[in-house]
């Protein structure tokens, strides 16, 4: 062989050894599956409809109520052009467990965030949804959400990676309640003097669905206003194969009713709160406060010639509405079969025991534990009661009822309008030692104010939810809290008042649940921990409309010197029109 051929071999091996590399190399740096957008255009319009057989206006997307069905994988960008066509009404879209790290102008609370979409604007939120797992959006103006204005996110792993647990099929359950006076009258009667409560709600609906009992209304009901015969309210049926496991995520949103949600028949294994894995355990009822998330495993391996009912029942509240029905329909039985069987009965309302062994119940899932840190920075104790201030029944905390401003938080702390908000620091406790949790108070003190906790960036903080008495004797309600861009720790729940001497000894440091929505149980107390550590403003609050609209939230700032160049679309209302350049 001529040294010219031995030199041209080398140079045809050197080649191929320098691909093969960069095969390698790029195996290595290419992702298997790049992120991607999701772009959705809705349009908010108020049309009659009839979820529960009784004719009302509601606030529809697209002509649906509930909304369109987000969905999306890890990482990718959603983007959301909300048209509102509602003529007289502001409207804005909160993402419920999206945490809008790098976007906190894009979190949807009206006066905290952003101002609110004027009629016949069109607003664009654009965010990443940065974790797999089961969500929520709903409108976050006034007391709008129970209008209808509400759906799912649902956020997929990336391709080729899997959950921790096996299903074959998955499906997506709002859990709502509904009212059949307007968000108007109700925010009217919340606000006057004197009080009018919302009362009970009439119905409650599975995916949107109910069944209002026309023929019991009184004073009775002209057909064209309530007709048990309309399609538009027939059960809501999910069918399903025989043989098979379905992921169920069970989500609620209701405006006051904490629920329990059954199937006839079947158990459930709870696989997933709010985005995380929970370590698997079986439920024949499942409870759930307004703003959870659940996913369940419900195996079909009960007779197949038939169908099962799906019942959701009010607890914690001695209410008057009827139980939400729904049909679990087995392939292939008819899916508008009623079964042969009378719905189950729900459990006792007012048992707080099962309900309490639930939260209780909730770890994280082995191989999936993020520890908390060992110790907090900060702790604020928020005592929740309920009392006259000014002659308004409002509920407070640590004896402040919360106002909205006009001028956005986010906006207000950027540019520097700090007139626009009191900046007198709400308490970060109550009195201890001589508050009796047990008793109605007299509270005369009470009052009113906008102001917010200033929290340091990438501190450590604990916030102790007290429940107590409200205005009516031997009275505790729950309460779900829900904390925008934010997952926390549950470290523990309680009974009686908590001991800031020997509760804190009990906490769960070893696999606490993260969450982003937790009840405080009557009568007793809930600790969460969380870092501090996106910059922002975000609302802390009462998940029941009502609750919220009463004054029953807090609001917190951290990092704000790290937040970004604000995007103008948000401002125009309070003192940030002349932020706007003409």
Not at 245 to 273: C, D, K, P, W
Not at 305 to 330: C, D, E, M, Q
Not at 334 to 349: D, F, L, Q
């Amino acid at each position: 062989m001529s040294g010219y051929q031995l030199s041209e071999s080398k140079s045809i091996a050197m080649m191929r050894f320098l691909a093969l590399c960069f095969f390698a190399i790029s195996l290595i740096t290419i992702p298997i599956a790049e992120a991607r957008i999701r772009h959705y255009k809705w349009e908010l319009k108020y049309e009659y409809k009839s979820p529960d057989c009784y004719k009302k206006l509601v606030i529809t997307i697209n002509g649906r109520t509930p909304g369109p069905t987000i969905l999306a994988q890890q990482n990718d960008t959603v983007i959301v052009e909300v048209k509102n066509s509602l003529l007289t009404e502001n409207t804005a879209i909160h993402w419920h467990g999206i945490r809008q790290i790098g976007t906190p102008w894009f979190d949807g609370t009206e006066g905290v965030t952003q101002c609110p979409i004027l009629p016949g604007d069109t607003f664009v939120y654009k965010f990443v949804v940065d974790r797999p797992g089961t969500y929520l959006y709903h409108a976050h103006y006034g007391m709008q959400r129970e209008a209808g204005i509400y759906g799912s996110i649902r956020v997929a792993l990336p391709d080729g990676e899997s959950e921790p647990f096996a299903y074959d099929y998955d499906r997506s359950i709002i859990l709502n309640d509904w009212y059949h006076k307007s968000t108007y009258e109700q925010a009217a009667g919340l606000s006057s003097i004197p009080f009018q409560w919302v009362g009970e709600p009439q119905s409650l609906l599975i995916q949107g669905k109910g069944r209002f009992d026309c023929s019991a209304a009184n004073p009775p009901l002209k057909a064209d206003v309530c007709n048990n015969t309309n399609p538009e309210c027939s059960l809501y049926s999910t069918t399903v194969v025989p043989g098979k496991t379905y992921r169920l995520r069970i989500s609620s949103l209701t405006a006051l009713s904490a629920l329990s949600f059954q199937i006839e028949g079947h158990n459930m294994t709870v696989v997933e709160a709010d985005g995380h894995y929970v370590e698997p355990f079986v439920v024949k009822n499942l409870f759930i406060y307004s703003g959870e998330t659940y996913s369940v495993l419900v195996k079909t391996d009960q007779d197949p010639s038939r169908n099962y009912w799906a019942t959701t029942n009010v607890v914690s509240r001695n209410a008057t509405t009827p139980p939400g029905l729904a049909i679990f329909n087995y392939y292939p039985n008819h899916p508008k079969r009623s079964p042969p069987t009378i719905p189950p009965s729900g459990p006792i309302w007012n048992d707080i025991e099962p309900r309490f062994n639930q939260s209780v119940a909730i770890k994280a899932r082995r191989g999936h534990i993020y520890p908390p840190p060992a110790t907090s920075d900060r702790v604020i104790v928020l005592l929740n009661t309920q009392n006259r201030v000014n002659g308004n029944v409002r509920w407070l905390v640590n004896n402040v009822s919360f106002n909205i401003p006009h001028t956005p938080y986010l906006i207000a702390l950027k540019e520097n309008l700090l007139h626009t908000f009191s900046q007198t620091p709400p308490p970060e406790g109550y009195d201890f030692k001589n508050y009796d949790i047990f008793a109605v108070q007299n509270n005369t003190n009470g009052t009113t104010s906008d102001a917010i906790y200033r929290l340091q960036l990438n501190s450590t903080v604990d916030i102790i939810l007290q429940n107590a008495n409200t205005m009516n004797p031997n009275n505790s309600e729950t309460h779900p809290w829900h904390l925008h861009g934010h997952d926390f720790w549950i470290l523990g729940y309680g009974k009686g008042k908590f001991d800031p001497i020997n509760d804190p000894k009990k906490y769960n440091l070893v696999d606490p649940i993260m969450k982003n929505t937790v009840p405080v149980h009557p009568f007793g107390w809930t600790a969460l921990r969380f870092k501090a550590d996106n910059p922002g403003v975000w609302a802390f609050h009462c998940h029941i409309e009502s609750h919220f609209f009463m004054g029953m939230g807090v609001v917190f700032e951290e990092g704000i010197e790290r937040v970004g160049k604000l995007p103008s679309s948000i401002m125009g209302c309070g003192q940030t029109k002349h932020l706007l350049k003409p």
